[in-house]
């Protein structure tokens, strides 16, 4: 089972959110000083109870490991990662391990982060790409979904593996999938044990 969807936050109605998110997460989003993260912090939970609910799963109970990835303590078996970014959210649940990624287009990026933080073959893919920033992307949420995928984030250095994007696989590993969607002006990625074949686009309507 995987199941991936997200979701535009720009019209979130965060008084009505806020009521509906563990006290955790109330203490994350009022950390936030501007409406748009608290939107972001606040309806990427929401996404989230929303797909456990769909299968079940009604008492969530999230805990921290070691590494800050957050887990169900209740249900060991079931697996999900978050990611957000500009105004949009995702969400994936699994009974796998899974990690996400997503990511705003910005065609402004300075590529040489890639020229100094990536593999040099997926460097020269991207800036002889017809459309480099949109390489760039791709690249760089299929490597922080496998990052997340692991559970050690930025604690895996981008450039100790390599994404092989003619087959969206992780060079020297051959039982993971990625998988790769564009979502409005977004990039968004999937490292999974299954190929994801579709996502989905949630209104959160409160």
Do not use: Q
Not at 11 to 18: F, H, M, N, S, T
Not at 112 to 121: G, L, R, T, V
Not at 154 to 181: A, C, P, Q, T
């Amino acid at each position: 089972m995987i199941r991936i969807a997200y979701s535009d936050v720009s019209d979130l109605d965060l008084v009505k959110g806020y009521e509906l998110v563990t006290d955790s997460r109330k203490e994350k989003i009022d950390n936030f000083r501007f409406d748009k993260d608290k939107k972001l912090s606040c309806g990427v939970e929401l996404l989230l109870v929303r797909l456990l609910a769909d299968i079940g799963i009604n008492d969530p109970v999230f805990s921290i490991d070691e590494y800050g990835k957050p887990y169900l303590s209740n249900y060991a078996d079931v697996h999900f990662n978050m990611s957000h970014s500009g105004n949009h959210i995702a969400c994936g649940i699994s009974d796998y391990k899974i990690g996400l990624d997503i990511e705003y287009n910005d065609l402004e990026i300075d590529l040489d982060i890639a020229k100094h933080y990536f593999f040099k073959s997926e460097y020269l893919s991207i800036i002889n790409a017809r459309k480099p920033s949109d390489e760039f992307f791709s690249y760089w949420v299929l490597k922080e979904s496998y990052m997340k995928y692991t559970g050690l984030g930025f604690r895996l250095d981008l450039d100790s593996f390599e994404v092989s994007r003619n087959k969206d696989k992780i060079i020297g590993n051959d039982k993971l999938e990625l998988s790769l969607f564009d979502v409005d002006d977004y990039k968004l990625g999937v490292a999974s044990k299954f190929k994801v074949k579709e996502i989905e686009n949630i209104d959160l309507i409160l």
